[in-house]
Nanobody, 125 residues
Framework: QVQLVESGGGLVQTGGSLRLSCTTS????????MAWFRQAPGKEREFVTA????????YYRNSVKGRFTISRDNAKNTVYLQMNSLKPEDTAVYYC??????????????????WGQGTQVTVSS
């Protein structure tokens, strides 16, 4: 069973930065596609960004391009989300997700078999 544990959320002012981390158990992390999703109160979970096993293919949702950066360290079984220039509309619970199927990375939640518990990010105006 793969377990994902997120950390790094918190309260920040508009324009501030946060760095989320997601550490996974399991010996095959380096073969997983990894993604971050988020869910704001009263809204559906939405795709934020994804990265393939090598880090060579990355997708972002348009609203975070140029502000967020996903990266991974396969030696540490960890994926990161650096969030800069944060806006109130970025406020949400952020979830890390893993796809072990070796398919091309996807923005669809159904493609990801494993999920973390979520970490709250709150951006004050």
């Amino acid at each position: 069973q793969v377990q994902l544990v997120e950390s790094g959320g918190g309260l920040v002012q508009t324009g501030g930065s946060l760095r989320l981390s997601c550490t996974t158990s399991g010996r095959t992390f380096s073969s997983y596609a990894m993604a971050w999703f988020r869910q704001a109160p009263g809204k559906e979970r939405e795709f934020v960004t994804a990265i393939n096993w090598s880090g060579g293919i990355i997708y972002y949702r348009n609203s975070v391009k140029g502000r967020f950066t996903i990266s991974r360290d396969n030696a540490k079984n960890t994926v990161y989300l650096q969030m800069n220039s944060l806006k109130p509309e970025d406020t949400a619970v952020y979830y890390c997700a893993a796809d072990p199927t070796s398919q091309p990375i996807s923005d669809r939640p159904a493609r990801y078999n494993y999920w973390g518990q979520g970490t709250q990010v709150t951006v004050s105006s």
